[in-house]
């Protein structure tokens, strides 16, 4: 589009005419399409214009396309990003829920391990008390037993009663004259105080309570601690029946422990879950008439049912 002089006189000649005159034969010099040769150039010129426009736009709107289309790549690489992002995320969100129920379930499990170990301790405690005075009754009775032994003449009732009751009595005299005890022992709900001689060397420590049915009638107070025990028996009584006459002792002295024997006499309920609950009923009461002593239970009676049920039972 860049027309040079040189072109445009071209032009101009070219457009020279020669046209005959009226006078003759004269050439004559008349630029007849000047004006259209101008119109013409400058409507290529505008076109070439034009086209330099068009091609520098066009040129602009590819380079914007390539840049779009770099950037829709880069946009599609995060958007991949982004969804794996949120694949991990929602994956993490659930792994996290199920460690939160996990951990939940862990914790409560390790709950009921632990009352369940803590129950554990406190029958070990009972059984290691229970087996200590069985243990000691039994040293002592094969003792006495392997003492002669002789009624006395004016006495002949006595010379009548089995051979344990002798041995125990006279145990318990011996006893007595070789050191110093505090006794209080019977077979009914009204047990009698038995006061010892004096002795200034003695230990004073707090005094132990045994309660319980029948079955403590055979353990001697005496060779079990050099501290005061007071026995309260109640022969052919369930717990329950027990537990309430717990409430009618008249005992303020200050106790180390309260040990209790019973459920002997509760076989004949239905179930060992009635037992249990009369044992804990008793315990109870005890903790209630005792507050500041120590509770001990000798032995639980399982009962009729299997021990799996009464196990089941304890973990609800």
Known sequence: CDYS??????????????????????????????SDFLTTYEDRYRDC?????????????????SNLQTSINSF??????????LYLYR??????????????????????????????EEERDSLQVAIKLVVQDKHYQRENEAQPTQPTTSDHSKSQQPLQDRNEQDTSQKARSKKPHYEQCSASEHPEVQQP???????????????????????????????KVYKYTYSGKTADQIASEVENINLHEALSHVIIHAGTNDLSL?????????????????????????IGVSSIIVGYETISQSMTRSRR
């Open 5 to 34: 002089a040189n072109d445009v006189a071209k032009h101009i000649s070219v457009c020279i005419v020669v046209s005959p005159s009226a006078s003759g034969k004269k050439i004559s010099y008349k630029p007849q399409s000047l």
């Open 49 to 65: 214009l034009c086209q330099n426009q068009l091609t520098n736009e066009v040129n602009g709107l590819k380079t914007k396309l």
């Open 76 to 85: 599609e690489t995060t958007l991949k990003d982004h969804d794996l992002i």
């Open 91 to 120: 994956k993490s969100t659930d792994l996290n829920e199920q460690y939160q129920k996990e951990i939940a379930e862990n914790k409560r499990y390790i709950n009921i391990l632990e009352q369940k170990l803590f129950k554990e």
């Open 197 to 227: 001689p004096q002795n200034s060397n003695r230990n004073l420590q707090n005094s132990i309570v045994l309660i319980g049915d029948s079955v403590l009638k055979n353990i001697i107070s005496e060779k079990m601690t050099q501290r």
């Open 270 to 294: 239905d179930s060992s879950n009635d037992g249990i609950d009369s044992i804990e009923n008793l315990c109870l009461s005890v903790q209630n008439k005792f507050a500041k002593a120590k």
